[in-house]
């Protein structure tokens, strides 16, 4: 069973304050990996996306990547509370011949001001 | 670009009734899924089209389920007979290649 695990929260950090986000995945083979941000009701949004070791950065947001740990992280400077919303790690599983981006459950983000 | 778009917004049932979803792709992708929402499973992927071709439906949850793509631009997802388990909320994606997923705004179905 191939599957991606995120703490559920929620977690909860006052305005300005760095929230991490974190995300496990079993498969080895996986190849991409992707944050997208939920507001309540509404549709997942693809904020970053990252491919090899080590870390992206795109203004307040940066997105790590451990593939001998099988552990991505997303971190967010300055932090808002535009900011609240239940962030999804969604990791693209190898196969052949088939795709499958599989979800983590979420972390739901309160910041605080 | 206009997005992914859904139809409809919202849709309520009676237990038994045929449902039919909808999605239009972002022009020039040529990959669409359709995944579920709900509190208790989080987002499960149903079905994926690489070039309007279903590529794997094994999250399909049953034969009541069922998708067509007929060409790049529409797809549609139909519950027959649907069930008060079926209630979620579906959502569209596209993307090109398989790569980033861009979802549509989703459809609450409420089977009472």
């Known amino acids: 069973q191939k599957e991606v695990e995120q703490n559920s929260g929620p977690l909860s950090v006052p305005e300005g304050a760095i929230a991490s986000l974190n995300c496990t995945y079993s498969?080895?083979?996986?190849?991409?990996f992707f944050w997208y941000r939920q507001y309540s009701g509404k549709s997942p949004e693809l904020i970053m996306s990252?491919?090899?070791?080590g870390d992206k950065e795109d203004g307040r947001f940066t997105a790590q990547l451990n593939k001998a740990s099988q552990y991505v992280s997303l971190l967010i400077r300055d932090s808002q509370p535009s900011d609240s919303a239940t962030y999804l790690c969604?990791?693209?599983?190898?196969?052949?011949?088939?795709?499958?981006?599989?979800f983590g459950k979420g972390t739901k983000l309160s910041v605080i001001p | 670009d206009a997005g992914v778009i859904q139809s409809p917004r919202h849709e309520v049932t009676e237990m038994g009734q045929e449902v039919t979803l909808r999605c239009k792709p972002i022009?020039?992708?040529?990959?669409l899924f359709w995944y579920r929402q709900t509190m208790m499973r989080g987002l499960e992927l149903l079905i994926y089209?690489?070039?309007?071709?279903?590529?794997?439906d094994s999250g399909m949850p049953e034969d009541r389920f069922s998708a067509k793509m007929p060409n790049a631009s529409f797809s549609t997802l139909k519950i027959q007979p649907s069930e008060p388990r079926d209630s979620a909320v579906y959502f569209c994606?596209?993307?090109?290649?398989?790569?980033?997923?861009?979802f549509g705004q989703g459809t609450r179905l409420t089977v009472v």
């Open positions: 994606a596209s993307s090109r290649d398989s790569i980033e997923a861009f």
């Open positions: 498969d080895r083979g996986s190849q991409s």
């Open positions: 990252i491919y090899s070791n």
């Open positions: 969604a990791v693209h599983q190898s196969g052949a011949g088939s795709y499958q981006l599989t």
């Open positions: 022009s020039g992708h040529n990959s």
């Open positions: 089209f690489n070039n309007n071709v279903p590529i794997d």
